[in-house]
Each structure stands twice: as C-alpha cells, then as structure tokens.
C-alpha cells in the first residue's frame, strides 16, 4: 500500500510467472525517497564499473569516478598495484583530485595541502608537528575495495561484498568466449557516440535499464536497427545477477550501417550487470562498449559510455553516427516520455508482454530486473 497527499493506493505484487505479473508502479520511479533507499540497498553494496585498465598503465595515473554522491578515485602506484580510495581530504573534506591524469610525487589537497603518498597514507599535514597527540597514521585515505576482470575496473563500497567474479562471473566467461581480445583491449578515447558519454538524461535510471533488457520497442521504434538484426533470432536469457540479450545479423546492407560480410561481429550481443552497467557487441569490428547508467538524483542519470578494442582496431564513422545520431537519440526519446509518463496520475502498473512464440519480443528480461530490484530493495512488491 502507498500512502500520500491523497487516498491510499494498494498496488499488486510482482509474481514469478512473468506472463501473470504486474509491472512495478511508477512512484518507485520518481520518490526522492525511494532513490534515498536505493543509494544504501543497491548503489552502495552493488560493484560499480568506473574504467579500464589502459587508462591506467604507469605509476601515478589516476581516474576519477562518482557513484550517486560518493566519489572516488582509482590509482596506480610506485609497486604497479592499482587501489582505490573515496576521493576525500580527511581534514576537512575537500575533493582531492578531478578527471583523470598523473601524479608524478603525491597527492596535495587543493585547500590546506594536506599531502598524502600515493598508497593513500598521511605524507605531511602542515602545522601539526608540535599538535599533541596528532598521529599521521591515523588519517590516511579510506580505501575502497577493487577488482579487476578483463582489464576491466570494479569498485564496491561494500567492504563485505562477495567478489566480483562471484557474482558475475558466468558473464565474464561468456564475454570471453564472443570476445577473446578482451584481455588485451586498450581504451579508445576519442570514438564518440553522440551525447552518450558525459551528458545527463531526464529520467530516473531504472528506465534506462529496463530499456536495455527488451527488443518488443526495436521494431516500432528502432526500425533501422530491426533492419540489421533479426527480431526472430533475438533472445534475453538471465541468470541471477547479469542478463544476456543476442540476436543474428540480418541484412549487411541494411538502414542502420554497412556491414562488411566478412566482418569480425555478426551478431548483436549484450549483457546486463545488475543495477547499471551494460556491455555490448554490435555487428562489424572488434569493438566492445561499456555502458553505465548512474543516479544523481530520481529523475537525472548520469551517462557514460567507454568503448575497448584490440590496438589498432576502430570502429567505422558510419557506425559511430549511427549510434550517436540514430540510434540513441531514438532511446533517450523514449525513457524521456516514459519517465514523464510514470509520474502521470493515470498509470499505475502495466502487464509485461509474454509471447509463447515470439520470445524475442517478450519482456521476459524486464520482469527479472525488476523482481530482482524489489528483493534488493525488500519491497512488498517482491513476489
């Protein structure tokens, strides 16, 4: 039941059986609230992915990252090893360090330049050497736990949190299979994707996932995508924590872009990494994208999209355009006017579609996203 200015609301539970289930409501969507509960059930125990390994090859490179208001920063240091720390002065809060660069001695907080070595331990902080009482050892940088699984970099908040491979790790096996040039693949900073990388979407970030983990949109919506891809070989299978989707190249002259018929990718394959990450293979060159999705508030996401290859290989302007100009603006269309919609006083929950037949156009992948989300979040709406 859900209380507010006006008369209570009972909604309906999700059920196991996606065909007979309802669809979760849409004040989960935009109360301050729920995203407020969010930030400590999933965004501060779930592993976030924040870069690659290629950004950072010597000692003294770092990378900055954000998950919904806690910042971080990732490091490599004098003994080669990577760490990662909450991006925090521990005198009197300042932000130590923007973007991405290299140290070449220590880190100096820009405020009062308290220094601290690149292992996150206290180097000096001036005036204190007379304070009684006042131990360096005791104010080093709060590390956060890392992980790294096919160069690719992984940050939990949750100092208990099971290993990333353990809970992901059918995924990774997977992603190595389609893509064995994974372990080796290096950053291309500079292929850009329209306003993928670094914009800001109007809409809470689970429209973005659940718009990902369905094709029943791409024929209507995404008609020259549905020209490139068969529909009827498209297929979401989930398992636990991550979702795959794939579908067979259909045509390799087609509305989208050219296809070369020799081409190293023929398919369309994407996996989803519970709550906010995807990563995804397009037909044509050896490229992987990784896409995330994170809040900032219930109805601003903060999108960023990375992009890995094996060295020398890019991906074609021709696919660049069309996934910049074409096709994502076509999706941020449609979570813009969704996100509108579940804040409408005539929705309340919808039916997932489930075609016995047609399991390419079944919303199969949405329904286990969001079981797992109201078990995440312990919502009387989990079945």
């Not at 240091?77 to 925090?88: I, K, P, T």
């Amino acid at each position: 039941m859900r209380k507010g200015s006006g008369p209570a609301i009972e909604y309906a539970a999700l059920t196991e059986d996606a065909a007979l289930s309802p669809t979760l409501p849409g004040y989960l969507y935009h109360d301050p609230k729920i995203m407020e509960k969010e930030k400590w059930k999933i965004f501060y125990r779930e592993w976030q992915f924040v870069g690659h390994e290629s950004q950072l090859r010597n000692p003294g490179d770092y990378l900055t990252a954000q998950i919904v208001d806690q910042k971080i920063f990732v490091i490599r240091g004098r003994d080669g090893a990577l760490r990662a720390f909450y991006n925090v002065c521990q005198h009197r809060a300042h932000r130590l360090l923007e973007g991405q660069g290299n140290l070449r001695s220590a880190i100096v907080c820009p405020y009062h330049a308290w220094t601290y070595r690149i292992d996150g331990s206290l180097r000096t902080a001036r005036g204190t050497e007379k304070m009684p009482g006042f131990d360096p050892s005791n104010f080093g940088l709060t590390p956060v736990r890392l992980e790294v699984v096919l160069g690719l970099l992984f940050v939990s908040l949750d100092p208990e949190a099971s290993p990333v491979f353990g809970i992901y790790g059918g995924l990774f096996e997977d992603v190595r299979k389609a893509a064995p040039w994974m372990e080796g693949a290096v950053i291309l900073p500079h292929a850009k994707q329209g306003d993928l990388d670094g914009s800001t979407m109007a809409a809470n970030w689970k429209v973005m996932a659940e718009n990902c983990l369905e094709c029943y949109h791409c024929s209507p919506a995404h008609p020259a995508l549905a020209d490139m891809i068969s529909l009827d070989s498209y297929r979401i299978s989930s398992h636990g924590h991550w979702q795959k989707s794939r579908g067979d190249i259909k045509r390799f002259e087609n509305k989208a872009y050219r296809v070369p018929k020799d081409a190293a990718i023929q398919f369309a394959s994407y996996w989803h990494l519970f709550p906010n990450t995807q990563l995804g293979l397009m037909p044509g060159e050896e490229v992987m994208s990784v896409f995330t999705f994170q809040p900032r508030t219930p109805d601003r996401t903060f999108l960023k999209m990375t992009m890995l290859a094996p060295p020398g290989v890019w991906p074609s302007q021709e696919r660049c355009n069309y996934v910049g100009e074409i096709l994502w603006p076509e999706d941020e269309s449609l979570c813009l006017s969704v996100h509108e919609g579940l804040q409408s006083l005539g929705y309340r929950q919808g039916r997932f579609v489930v075609h016995p037949e047609r399991p390419g156009i079944s919303e199969n992948g949405v329904h286990h996203f969001q079981k797992l989300y109201a078990r995440t979040m312990n919502l009387d709406l989990a079945p």
